[in-house]
């Protein structure tokens, strides 16, 4: 325990002398309640010593009210009625402290959030609901116990998962302040999607310049363990000390003989769609992801492999390994961030834009590929059905963002607008007598520099944007595509036909989402748009509400290569604070299971979502492991011979609160139960 | 599951037992071979209909809806019927007294003079629903595939029509509303082929009280329509709800004599209700599903003759 600055140490095992302290939170609560009558009332509760009251309690003057009352030996628990807890405990507790007593001696009405806000024109009920609180955080007050910090040792190390954009530059970050990190990355190359664009708004410099000499930098760091074409698939432990089993997928290729001549690939027989040139370019069943791919490493594709031989017999150096097995690897590391990115929307779930009916009918990131100078076409955009260079394309907007229809998501996807417009401005540039259609709902051009870009788009080359979300899409003559909407602006229905359709895809959380949660215990922080939560969106937003596993880039929400970037920078920079104090502190909020309760029954064991709870065969009896316990209270609840308690949330000291809140005079006479 | 047991509460509307009632004839017969039971419904009234009468006046539509109802429910059955308009004006009827109860209330006000009671235990279901959900693809096309000596292997133009698809949220088409394809599923095991015309989804004219308000306008929907399945090259025109079928089969006529000098050529293409068609690929005679006349049968005669599909099929008598 921290020792208080004047050397007093009040540990809360005397009888308790609870001091209320009530805070007008300026009008938030004194408008609303009369807040010296309730301290009168607060006085008339049994074991309160005294009530105070305050124009704001978290100011220096009102903690210093509290630190006073403690040295002065006049409170040995205390209750502040105000705010949220997720406000301002903390405050408080480092005040109690400070005064000397046990931080864990405090508890924190809430009159404010669950009071005063909500029933701002009811002051007669405000004042009983404030009562109520008040009588409630008094009553389990009495029964606090002091508890004492635990402090873990932290391994510096890293685990990075995602080898996109964010997570080389979370790695190259922690791997240049001195910090181990293992990068794993589950297909064969490093980059993600950032190495599929062609250019980025609104510098319009190339996206593979820029990524390709961070990609083959995170290779040849030192402190950098590269592991691609593998994936976590299974994690334990706890903040600081996390053991994670990685499995590397067989590439059924020596990589050490092999020398990536690529004699093996013009003789592979077997041709399917390439994944990077999203199915518009064939690659071999034996194949290297595209020329620029870190590591250069050959992999056969076992799905589509037909083992005839033909590239062992090719290879000049034998290193062709048809019964390559998976290997498995168990690391030790003390932080994680997962940064493992966002899948495409998928445009087929938007049937009346017909993509995958029509042939003319393209996704941006597609669209990307067709731009890119090692595309599929080498950078000239051919469309699909015929391999004409386009005369006329729209860009649909929102396909698959901004939907309440239940068919796609209902955030906006951040990046579309100005991807499209990028697209657009790219095309025109090599087809000035291109016509060019961008369809939008709202053009959302908010980061730096994109509103300039937009509007130099818009004026100088020639691009109309049409204010209207397009309503179907049609085949026309020729495999030419018909567009019907609405152009708002002019309030007229509108039919247009262009030769090629781009549909600009919003982002989604990945299929594997689910599994990425699950092995990594960041399950109960899913949102309702799928991706991860953060633990708090504007004060936390690269943690995640399991300690040590940090968030970076899109696996949060869909966010642009800046924002990716600096979220990555920002995951780097939270880990190495936790990594660089060496040890971290533990909430002892933890349950205990008392032994000669416990029946052995197990029940506690698979409901734990945290894993914490292990079975001692040898006395038969459930343990609990009090630093992976996050303190749900889950096992206490299910408990049938009430064997475990949780720390600061026993049932002595709940039970108390539970009986004044209801006490059973009031059932009779005031609340009426309808 | 035992399709014996099924039975309904047929609700005929309007438009069939006055003009097609060959649709009703058609419907029974090809559920009498699944064994499904179809019960009259008597003192139906008009659904009423969703355009007209709920556009004028709500608290009327809800009730007349209600009484329609509360005839199924004394029998204990849900409703079977076979046109889209009924479809909408009974299922959003039920849906809303359902969970509206002050309406509800208003409504057992109006029905208690009458000794009747709303009381929200029937369900409402399309034919087209009962075929693809109760009966289903797979029992179809068995039925269907000794039927016939040879497949009919006709080129259809399908049309869903308004009421039957939106709004989605109370329908049981798994909220598909801009490309559903359970119709041409259940239409293609007949050995046909659905073909995909421009615009699909575009209502015939009729609906909304615009055919009864402005004929010249609901009629040059139905011209563009005609054109686009022409232009498709369909061989017939396949419905599930009689004012769409009574749209493009009188409807031709119509705009063969309104838009002489819009159209290259005037419009001949059979409409045929798709119970018929089903009836026709499971091996019914034309006779039985009323498409050939017999002299008992009530009712008007297609408007355009469906004789061309007729012989193309070699069913013509």
Known sequence: MVKAKNGIKITGREPPKIGVYICWCGINIGGVVDVPKLCDYARSLPGVSLASEYKFMCSDIGQGMIMEDIRAGKVNRVVVASCSPRMHEETFRRACEEGGLNKYLFEQANIREHCTWVTMNDVPGATRIAKDHIRMAIAKAGALKPLEITTVKVEPATLVVGAGIAGINAALDLANSGYKVYLVEKSPTVGGHMAQLDKTFPTMDCSSCITTPKMSEVARNPNIELMTYSEVVSLDGYVGNFQARIEKYPHYIDQDTCTGCGHCVDTCPVETGNEFELGMKPRKAIYLSFPQAVPGEYTIDMNHCIKCGICAEACPTSAVRYDDKPEYVDIKIGTIILATGYDPYDATRMHQYGFGRHKNVINALQMERLLSSYGPTEGKVKRPSDLKEPESIVWVQCVGSRDFTGRGRKYCSRV?????????????????????????????????????????????????????????????????????????????????????????????????????????????????????????????????????I?????????????????????????????????????????????????????????????????????????????ILCKGCGTCVAACPSKAIVQNHFDDAQILPMIETAIPRKLQKEEVKVE | MASSDLKFALFLGCV????????????????????????????????????????????????????????????????????????????????????????????????????????????????LDIMYHDIGPEKIRSRTKYGRKTPLNL?????????????????????????????????????????????????????????GAFKELSLDYTREKLENITAAKADAIVTCCPFCHLQFDLGQVEVNNIFKDKISAPFNIPVIYFTQLIGLAMGMKAEELGMIRSPDLKGVPPFTPVKPILTKIGESA
């Open chain 1, 416 to 548: 579309c607008c100005m991807y499209a417009t990028k697209q657009a401005r790219s095309y025109k540039e090599k087809h000035p007598n291109a016509q060019i259609f961008i369809f939008y709902i709202d053009l959302r051009a908010f980061g730096k520099g994109y509103e300039e870009f937009y509007m130099d788009t818009a004026k100088n080359y020639g691009i109309k944007f049409i204010r209207g979300r397009v309503a179907e899409i049609l085949a026309g003559k020729n495999d030419n595509v018909i567009i019907r909407a609405e152009d708002t602006t002019l309030q007229r229905p509108l039919e247009l036909e262009v030769d090629m359709v781009v549909l600009s895809i919003g982002l989604e959380p990945r299929a594997d989402i689910d599994d990425i949660a699950r092995i990594f215990n960041v399950t109960a922080t899913k949102t309702e748009d799928g991706f991860l939560m953060e633990a708090h969106p504007k004060l936390r937003p690269v943690d995640t509400l399991t300690e040590g």
């Open chain 1, 550 to 626: 940090f968030v970076a880039g899109n696996v949060v929400g869909p966010k642009d290569i800046p924002d990716t970037v600096a979220q990555a920078k920002a995951a780097a920079s939270s880990a190495s604070t936790l990594m660089s104090q060496g040890e971290v502190e533990i909430i002892p909020y933890y349950a205990t299971v008392i032994d000669h309760k416990c029946a052995g029954c197990k029940s506690c064991i698979g409901l734990c979502p945290f894993k914490a709870i292990t079975f001692n065969e040898i006395e038969s009896v459930a343990e609990i492991n009090d």
């Open chain 2, 16 to 127: 069939i037992p006055n003009r097609y009632s060959f649709i009703e004839r058609a419907t029974k017969a090809v559920f009498e071979k699944f064994k499904i039971e179809l019960i009259e419904m008597e003192g139906a009234s008009c659904c009423p209909a969703p355009g007209v009468f709920r556009g004028f006046d709500i608290d009327t539509w809800l009730v007349v809806g209600a009484r329609n109802i509360t005839i199924a429910e004394e029998l204990g059955l849900d409703i079977a019927l076979m046109c889209n308009g009924c479809y909408g004006s009974l299922l959003e009827v039920n849906h809303t007294l359902k969970h509206d109860k002050e309406k509800k209330r208003m409504v057992n006000e109006h029905l208690a003079k009458i000794g009747r009671e709303f009381k929200g235990i029937a369900k409402i279901r399309h034919v």
């Open chain 2, 155 to 211: 080129n259809l133009a399908l049309h869903y029509g308004c009421h039957l698809i939106k709004p989605r949220d109370i329908r049981p088409w798994n909220n598909e509303v801009e490309n559903p394809t359970f119709f041409d599923e259940l239409l293609e095991i007949s050995g046909c082929k659905s073909l995909n015309y421009r615009d699909k989804f575009m209502c015939c004219g009729a609906g909304g009280g615009v055919r």
